[in-house]
């Protein structure tokens, strides 16, 4: 069922009223504009447990598939994804999104793959996580990881292969034992996430650094 404006027998309006129904009887499918009979511009409604919710705003091209500047909801209605769109596909600069609302992680896609290059990445409570290289969704090349904290405490710096720390890199572990804190770094050659060869072993307490030098 279509409520709107017709041209030449066919939905046509450049108005957000236009309003096409679900065949099935659950309400609202498309609310938007169309051009010569298909979905130019609007807000699309998907059907979750016999419930209309909200899940996809944006720009379509004129195969009705998403294109341009788009944004997609979870079920819950909080936003999925935020970006650029060409056939469908996550395409160009986007920012996905937990189920809660919080940002997961911001890169450039390609046919719905984020591309090798550059990431930035979150913890579910929004806390940073990871900002570096990555490459099939694998940490790869430059890039630092931390820990989960507001502080933005660095959990390792250096070089990733396919996720684990590889070649030179700086880790870092907080620990509390006996209600002293102190830091347990490794600096040096790392080989497929274990640390290998020469490198420089720092363990800091409160209130002094040991240095130790060796493998």
Not at 148 to 153: G, Q, T
Request: with cysteine.
């Amino acid at each position: 069922k279509y409520k709107g404006t017709f041209k030449n027998g066919k939905y046509h309006g450049n108005t957000t009223n236009n309003s096409l129904y679900n065949k099935d009887g659950y309400g609202l499918e498309f609310q938007g504009k169309f051009k010569d009979g298909k979905k130019l511009e609007g807000t699309e409604y998907k059907v979750y447990s016999n419930k209309v919710k909200l899940y996809y705003r944006g720009t379509y091209d004129i195969n009705e598939k998403y294109n341009g500047h788009g944004k997609i909801y979870h079920e819950c209605g909080n936003l999925k994804y935020e970006g650029y769109f060409k056939n469908g596909l996550y395409d160009g600069d986007g920012k996905v999104y937990y189920t809660n609302g919080n940002l997961y992680y911001s890169t450039k896609f390609n046919e719905g793959e984020p591309l090798t290059g550059d990431v930035t990445m979150y913890y579910e409570n929004g806390n940073l996580c990871y900002s570096g290289h990555w490459n099939k969704n694998l940490y790869n090349g430059f890039g630092i990881l931390y820990w989960n904290h507001p502080d933005k405490i660095i959990k390792y710096e250096g070089n990733f292969y396919n996720g684990k720390y590889h070649g030179e890199g700086t880790s870092s572990k907080s620990l509390d034992l006996t209600g002293n804190k102190y830091v347990i770094e490794f600096k040096g050659r790392w080989d497929m996430g274990e640390f290998r060869g020469i490198g420089l072993k720092i363990i800091c307490y409160p209130n002094k650094k040991i240095h130790y030098q060796g493998a």
